[in-house]
């Protein structure tokens, strides 16, 4: 499982620096990414480094498993209750449908809430400094977290497990 870690820098160039540290220190390119301010993006930051701007995913895999597990609890009721006739199949049916209900509403609502780095960092992000997302697997995190803090970038209070990175 990787862990993200969030640091502010000051520039782009700073931020690029901080990248290649990231880079040398094994973490690989597609668990690197950017985060600013809308204009920042838009002007400086190429589009394969900018970070997703909404839990998206995230949100679709918690409405998936709640769903499901909301859904295979109905089935289950529904089976132990004679009259009604569910069957077991009937029940795991009653769970894809719930799963996939509970997906897209997930999804929906994820897909208007912005990430949660962004959410926690705001302030950082409107004052115009540009954050390095860095999700590290193993002992390259702790690696990478040494090099990055090296070229000067600050390191900001946010360690997650993610596995949808």
Avoid at 13 to 38: F, M, P, T
């Amino acid at each position: 499982m990787k862990t993200r870690r969030v640091y502010s820098t000051t520039d782009l160039a700073q931020a690029r620096h901080a990248l290649a540290a990231a880079r040398k220190a094994g973490v690989a390119d597609e668990d690197l990414s950017l985060i600013a301010r809308h204009d920042i993006e838009l002007d400086k930051i190429p589009e394969g480094r900018k970070d997703e701007h909404s839990d998206f995913m995230p949100a679709a895999v918690r409405g998936l498993a709640q769903g499901g597990a909301t859904g295979l609890l109905a089935g289950l009721v529904a089976m132990a209750i004679p009259p009604l006739g569910v069957t077991f199949a009937g029940a795991l049916g009653v769970t894809a449908a719930a799963a996939l209900m509970g997906g897209w509403t997930g999804a929906l609502t994820g897909s208007a809430a912005p990430d949660p780095v962004r959410q926690k960092f705001e302030a950082e992000i409107e004052a115009g400094r540009i954050l390095l997302v860095v999700d590290g697997e193993g002992d390259a995190g702790p690696r990478a977290d040494t090099a990055v803090v090296a070229t000067g970038a600050a390191p900001l209070p946010f360690a997650q497990p993610t596995t949808l990175s």
